[in-house]
């Protein structure tokens, strides 16, 4: 099962994965060592489940770094034969989070000195995660908007600046503003009485037109100058106007669909190191949706589990749980002796564990289980 996998397997050979919760281990790599890593969800269980970790959310394309040169004293014990990966070839991507510091104040999180109750936002592009008090504007709702863009990434990526338009608090600014200009002062709606009068007039030109050659070309001018022919085969950002917001931008869901994919800006997405800009599979949004999908398709079976173990009575659980319990660990002691030997399981061998699995139960007293509190 591909969920159980997430738990239980290293993915080092699955290479630079697209987007993976990841951990820092601060016992092995120390804050002051200089040694920044990152290890994926199964080794942070396996080779580091009694360290100290931080939890580093998700990141994009990295490829888990335990056992690497950076963990001299610790190989992986998931993949013992994980060949060391020098520092300087790597592809992974480490920012200040790895040291357990967030945001432009430097902070952990949770930060034991801060007394505020402010959320954390995650920038979309260097994937840091700030203070809603640092970002350097009013954060909308959290309904309203789908990824932020740091304004340290805003001042890096120039040519962002023609997007800013996408923004949430750009679009409702713009739609109030509307709002507020349809709006008399006795709180009526205003009717677009210009509007209605340049309609009528244009049709009553029309009529004219039929009889006067004159009128019908003056017709086609205006039309050309209300209607004019729009390139939409070059770069959007010819016609779109650069706008300056102070801050953070906080974005609408799908907005990376409305980036321009012509050959010069995706030169410039190269050259700038942003190219999943244009993925839509990039987003957290749909890393947490594709996980969703793949838990309903395969713990529906161990949810109905869970359900029939949870309808017993307290008592009838725990015997359960017991028992459990005994019969993992007698038959992991049962096949250690054969691995030890380099011994074939036969068919033979696991009746005579059951058969004296049986016998220990018929000498052994039942659970004692304390039903009320003293």
Avoid at 334 to 359: G, H, M, T
Wanted: overall charge neutral; hydrophobic content about 30%.
């Amino acid at each position: 099962m591909a969920a159980m996998k997430a738990f239980t397997e290293c993915v080092f050979f699955q290479g630079y994965v697209k987007r993976q919760a990841l951990y820092a281990c601060i016992t092995c790599c120390p804050v002051d060592s200089g040694r920044l890593a990152g290890v994926c969800l199964a080794c942070s269980y396996h080779c580091h489940g009694d360290h100290e970790l931080i939890e580093l959310y998700t990141k994009r394309h990295f490829r888990c770094d335990c056992g690497n040169s950076k963990f001299p004293n610790n190989v992986c014990k998931l993949l013992k034969e994980k060949l060391p990966e020098k520092p300087q070839k790597t592809q992974n991507e480490y920012n200040q989070n790895f040291r357990g510091a967030y945001c432009t104040c430097h902070r952990p999180y949770p930060d034991p000195e801060d007394t505020l109750d402010d959320e954390m936002i995650q920038c979309c592009i260097c994937e840091d995660w700030y203070h809603g008090r640092h970002s350097g504007t009013q954060v909308p709702p959290g309904d309203d908007y789908a990824e932020m863009i740091c304004n340290q990434c805003l001042n890096k990526h120039k040519f962002l600046a023609s997007y800013m338009g996408l923004a949430v608090t750009a679009v409702k600014s713009e739609e109030t503003k509307d709002a507020k200009e349809n709006i008399t002062d006795n709180g009526q709606v205003k009717v677009e009485e210009n509007g209605k009068k340049d309609v009528l007039e244009k049709e009553l030109k029309k009529e004219d037109s039929k009889d006067d050659p004159k009128i019908e070309k003056d017709l086609k001018k205006e039309d050309s100058k209300d209607n004019p022919k729009i390139d939409v085969s070059g770069c959007k950002l010819l016609s779109i106007p650069k706008q300056n917001i102070p801050g953070a931008v906080f974005l609408p869901e799908h907005w990376r669909k409305q980036l321009c994919t012509c050959d010069d800006c995706k030169i410039k997405y190269k050259n700038e190191g942003i190219m999943y800009l244009l993925d839509e599979e990039d987003t957290v949004a749909f890393y947490e949706e594709s996980g969703k999908t793949r838990d309903r398709s395969h713990t529906a079976p161990v949810q109905r589990e869970l359900e029939a173990l949870s309808s017993l009575d307290r008592v009838t659980r725990t015997e359960m749980v017991h028992e459990y319990n005994t019969l993992s660990s007698s038959l992991r002691e049962y096949l250690r002796k054969f691995a030890e030997n380099k011994k074939v399981v036969r068919d033979e061998d696991i009746k005579e564990f059951f058969s004296q699995l049986a016998a220990n139960k018929k000498q052994r007293p039942g659970p004692r289980v304390q039903q009320f509190c003293k």
